[in-house]
């Protein structure tokens, strides 16, 4: 306790200002004996200082003096602010007390003035020089001290690219002052030796991993919009190479709209879509806002991955209302408090159901009169409805029939099938009620006033029940991911990608079209796997295991976006085409289903599958849609 209490009493006693004033006093000592030496001349001028410091002048000097300071406020400030205000203090102070030195010596009767004028003048710039240059340095060590250690502190960055998205994205994080840039990579060749805003450029990207040791680098930025997927996927085992953590930014442009891709609240990790090197896509949002404002839209499966982005998209095009479907309570309620918050003035309307449900179309059209359906509402995974006909074919068969024969009645002006690229050629279950459900559909147009149109495409990146978030929960439990062939691969596209297109395709045709998308190049399925195992900061095989289990019963090696036989036509969007196909016996389809929905209704599932295969062979195999072996 008494050891507490002395180093309580020590640290009140040595007071910073305390040093401070015993640092000043011993200047103001040192600063009088030399301008004393210089003002007496000879030998004797500079013995006589060295003996002045035992002289009854020397604590007068000190009282004056540094009595002068305390009330000019010279020791209010800190030394590791100190500025010109306070040199110009430091001056005053030390005229002032000069004067009353020279006047406390007078009146003393000391005959040191009047011997030695000169005084006044060294004296005050001595003590300017000896007080305020240590000031002055102490300052310049602890700015120098604290922008090291603010340095150190911010995150030492590269910016892979050195076009308008990289400079604009330099000066954000300037700005921000969490980061230090250390410098731009670009393989531009034009750009060697560019300095751009003081920021020099480093070299290319390939050296990322040797400047990532020289430097010391944390953070690369990838500031490359336009990047083709194989580009991107460069860039980022570049960066998995320097071992360095690595985001980027969105592309130059957000489903055509352009967006400001230097925002740091942009910055976000490398996604798979990145890396699959989707470009943006150009819509006519002219012609999307003259088919969609002012009408009343319905969307049938409005809380899935489809339904729910198209609902978002809609509401952004100034529609009447808007009638949202969906048999999921959860993805009801999920997309409701969304689309509440984002669009609080839209009048929507929510209905949990079902589109076999004939008394809920009934309602809906009737009560809400769409203008616009979009059926989204569908069963999609494969393996799943292998094992479940009777429910593929009541959910995607039966419920596309009920909702459209209803459109048809209640003379909806627009009717859009979203299919799937799995209604080709069909070799499984679920892929042949969407394929029945395009034959059906297509049947009916023409047959009044609705217009049918069917958009197909493929697999939708990180959609429910796809093979990306089972790979992500595979990783995350440390494997192994699962790969059904090391061949196997699907066509895939973003989520804003393909809403954005069948939005776009239901601007497009007069009715009995299928439009097919534009889904780029096969992606293999191995590929996705290793890429995703590698976002996730591990190595395929290394950390993560592959294994191969055989393809699934109905499973494809690789899919197929339209039949030989259909011919396809550009339309005047490039990413969207058109498929057409010869005219549909409508009356023995219509029979076939009759069949099937009594099969149906019996639970006559031999027979059912039986008929969901004869429907393909006979309706669309005649129709040129090739053979199936489902």
Known sequence: MLKRRISYLLARMIHPRLAVIVHDLVMIWAGWLISRALSVSGTQGLETPLKAFLLPEIPLILLIQGGVFWLTGLYRGLWRFASLPDLWNLFKGAVLGTVLVLLALWLTGSSLLMNHPQLMVLYPVALVIFLGAPRLLFRSWKDATRAERQAHARTRTVIL??????????????????????????????????????????????????????????????????????????????????????????????????????????????????????QAVALDWQSLHTSFAGRQVLITGGGGSIGSELARLVAELEPAGMTILEQSEYNLYRIEMELRNSYPELPIHYQLGDVTDV???????????????????????????????????????????????????????????????????????????????????????????????????????????????????????????????????????????????ILQAATLGQGGEIYVLDMGEPVSIRFLAEQLIRLHGQQPERDIKITYTGLRPGEKLHEELFHAQETLQPTRHPKILLARAQAIDSAHLYRLLDQAEQASNDYALPQLEQLLHSIIADIDFANGGGKSSH
Not at 167 to 188: I, K, N, P
Not at 366 to 389: E, F, N
Not at 422 to 430: D, G, T
């Open 161 to 278: 690219g050195a076009g308008h998205t990289g400079v604009a994205l330099l000066r954000e994080l300037q700005r921000s002052g969490a980061y230090q840039v250390l410098g731009f990579l670009d393989d531009d060749k034009a750009l060697r030796g560019a300095r751009i805003h003081g920021v020099r450029l480093l070299g290319n990207i390939q050296a990322l991993p040797r400047l990532s040791e020289e430097m010391a680098v944390q953070l690369a930025i990838i500031a490359l919009p336009a990047a083709s997927n194989e580009q991107m996927q460069r860039v980022v085992r570049i960066c998995e190479q320097a071992g360095v953590e690595f985001k980027t930014l969105p592309s130059l442009s957000d489903l055509g709209k352009p967006v400001t891709p230097s925002r740091l609240d942009d910055l976000k990790n490398v996604a798979l879509e990145d890396l699959l090197g989707r």
């Open 359 to 501: 008394a809920t179309i009934e309602y809906l059209l009737t009560t809400r009169l769409p203008d616009v359906i979009l059926h989204a509402a569908a069963y999609k995974h494969l393996p799943m409805l292998q094992g479940q006909v009777r429910e593929a074919f009541v959910n995607n068969v039966l419920g596309t029939r009920r909702l459209a024969q209803a459109a048809l009645t209640h003379q909806v002006a627009s009717f859009v099938l979203i299919s799937t690229d799995k209604a080709v050629n069909p070799s499984n279950v679920m892929g042949a009620s969407k394929r029945i459900a395009e034959l059906y559909c297509e049947s009916l147009n023409g047959q009044g006033e609705t217009r049918f149109l069917t958009v197909r495409f493929g697999n939708v990146l990180n959609s429910t029940g796809s093979v990306v978030p089972l790979f992500k929960e595979q990783i995350k439990r440390g494997g192994p991911v699962t790969v059904t062939h090391p061949d196997i691969s699907r066509y895939f596209m973003t989520l804003h990608e393909a809403s954005a297109l």
